[in-house]
Every structure is written in structure tokens, then in C-alpha cells.
């Protein structure tokens, strides 16, 4: 198992540790409904860095993105970063990532931890000339500092006007006197920044945004919230709602799907899934009793069994069992009624359009 | 870790607190701590009867799901409306306001297969 450069600190905040793609990390805190709350109400500090990053650079570096991913790297100026996937020739996924442009010919390319080994290899293996592809994983530190005050917490610390900085925008600047890319995005539907650096400042940065956030009662989340908090967004995890056996376009994430973009890897097989229509649907659910539908759990529309929830949770902000999970079109849309079976019992769930927290 | 004395343990980390013909139960600190935050907790109807080690209801985690195993045969005399309405005491006094069901217990001899204070705690250090 390996560990991100902030582990000893998580062991000093006394975190409950699991393993998490390859990597021993923080499951909660305190408590996940503590940390939920924490994130929903003032500000929280996750620990991601067990995430890959890629640096791509050179002359073909644009030619390259366009080729392997979905969303259209062209719309991306520097400064800006885009929400994106690899699919395989056969149009399903090999991950969701962020691909962001640091400047001309040079691009920053963040994957799933359990994917890093897979998604490079991918990549080198339809690598074009004059491109540079870098692993820089473990050199790159990654906090997440999300919730109404972190701008607030944040701004104490650097000279980039961070209000200014609009969502899926970043910039390149000081921050607690190191250099770092300060992104605004996040995994979790609130106000929020991501934040790259080179890992021997983990500790640096970590006491810096602490001490700055004492007054704010900052806490450090868990992978425990970070699930809850993106499954209330209806946001996507690779490995449960998403992997090499579902396409963009069943998944909701149609939109970034550019298939006129021109040539890309999946585009002829997703340009077919598109002009049939998908024959089923990722959808949200909400259950109708108290009740937790969890991944794994078999979804009904009678007797008939239609579907396998990919992810679910109680939503500690709503107080109900939520839930994603494949369907078939024609039992997709929002307001139809199915059955979640919940340990042999059969439990009323509502399709619903997500966000499941609407904001 | 608090793993009071004079309670009885299962491996799958509930307790018994005998009193008289009755015993109350519950599930351990350690559980608590396990399992995480419970949202709810599913119990039985008064009346209904367990043998030893069946499932008599189950507990709801954010995170995850576990079931109840009754340290002990017998008949359910009450039930706690409390870990119900407020399922958060669970965590907060497990061994406490936190018990799940009272049940009249059949065969006291059954309390001798169940474990020590010393002996659950040794079967959670590993």
C-alpha cells in the first residue's frame, strides 16, 4: 500500500484508515456526518493526493489530448481546465479526468488513483510525435479545501485574487510562498479550490491553510464525506458508476462528448450508440422509506429485475437514501417509480433528475 | 477502548447485560466505532422469538450495513424506541442508552459459551 506525503499527518488527527486504490488513506475523521456537515456549512481540507497527474507537453501536445479524450481540448485556453474521459476504441470508458492548460503545448492531465498505471500506459501507447508524457504522481500533492469559507481561509495565504477565479479556472501563483496551481473546482457541488504542488511542501501547506482556518473551525475530511458530498452532486466515481463496461452517453456525460470534434479514440462506436440511442440510463434515485440503497443492490420495476445500483448512500443534507444506477431507457425518466431491493425487501425509489441537492 | 466488566460478549461484538431472567443487549464500542455513524436501526416486534446467534435486526451505517446477532435464545420482552427515534446514542453510549432489545432469556446455560470482558478484548486486538 502506498501513502500520500500527508499520512503521518492523518495518523496525528487520529483518521480511521482504509485502503483506497492502492493507497492507505483517510476514511473519516471524526465522524462522515460530522464532515459532511463541515464541508455543506464552512470549510473542509481533503487530502487527494493519491490522484496521478500527467504533464503533457510539446508541439503536439493539443493534437495528442484531442486524440485520446472525449471533451474538445481546443475550447481550452490557458488558465482554464475541462472535465473529460478516455474511452477505448469500443466508445466505454477507460477514466474520467481533468485535462487543464498550463500554456501553449503544455497541458496537466489528472486521473484516478487506481487507474494511474493503466491510463499511462494507454497513453504512451498512442503517443504522437513530438510529445512529452510525464508522470508526475508521486512528486504532486493535492488538497482539496471545499465549503463557503474557503475562499475566505484561502485568500489569507495568496495574492491571486481568488474570487476572481471562475469555476474550471485556475491559476499558476504563490501561495504560502510555495509556487502552485490553485484550481477552481472540486468534487463536491460547493465553493472550493484544488491545489497542485510539489510534494515537499505537503506539510508546509497543510499547517499554513490550518493555522488560517482555525478561526473558520477547519477540519480535515475523509473519503467517507467526499462520497456522500459527490453522490448528493450525482457526480460520477470511476469503478462504481462508470469503467470499461459503460459509454459517456448512458452515463449522463454527454456533454462532454464532442463527437463532431473530429477524429478520436471511441468516436465511431459512440457515434453509433448516439444515432440508436442508448438502450439504458444512469439515473438518480431517491428512496421513498428510510431506507440505504447501497452498490451492488438490485433494482426492480415489479418483478421484473431491470438494473444494479452503482452507487448509494444516505444523504445526510436530504435524510434519504439516494442512489445512481443503471436503467433502461424506457424506465429512465425522472418521476417513474422502481424498487430498490434492500436485503430481500423491495423498496419504492423515484427517478430523479441529479443534482439530488438542488442548490 | 471501554469493554465494561460485568457484561457478556459475542465475537460479533455485542453485549448481553444479564438482570435476573432477562438480559439487555447491545452492540459494543468497538462496533460502534466500526460500523460509524448509525442512521438507523432496524428491531424487532415484541414477542418474537430468537435462538442463539440469529439475526434479530440490523444496523444502518452511512457507510455500511451489519446485522444483529442475539448472544442468547429467547423471547423479545422490549424494545428500545430510544436507539430508533435517535439512532446517533448508539455511538455516543453504546453500552448505555445506546441497548437495542430486552429479551427473557430460555436457557441461562447458554450464557456460559459467550465471552469474558478479557476475552472479547483479546479477540479484538487481533
Redesign the interface.
Known sequence: MKHTPFFSLHQKHKAKIVPFGGFEMPIHYTSILEEHKKVRTNVGVFDVSHMGEFFVTGKNAQSFLQKITINDVTKLVPGKAQYSAMCLENGNIIDDLLVYMLAENSYMVVVNASNIEKDFQWMQKHLLEQVELINKSDETSLLAVQGPDSEKVLQQLTKSDLKNIPYYNFVQGKFADVEMIISRTGYTGELGFELYFDAQHSEKIWNAIFEKGKAYNIAPIGLGARDTLRLEMGYCLYGNDIDETSNPLEANLGWITKISKGDFIGKSALEKVKANGVQRKLVGLVLQEKSVPRHGYEIFKGEKSIGTVTSGTFSPSLEQGIAMGYIPTEYSSAGTTVQVDIRGKKINAVVTQVPFLKK | MNIPENLKYTKDHEWIRVEGNAGYIGITEYAQ?EL??V??VELPAIGKKFQHGEIFG?I?A??T?SDLYSPIGGEIMEVNKAVQETPEIV?KDPYGKGWMVKIKIDNPKELETLLSADGYKKIIAQ
Request: proline share 0%; charged share 25%; net charge negative.
Open positions: 466505532g460509524g455513524d442512521i438507523f440490523t444502518e452511512v457507510k450495513v455511538n
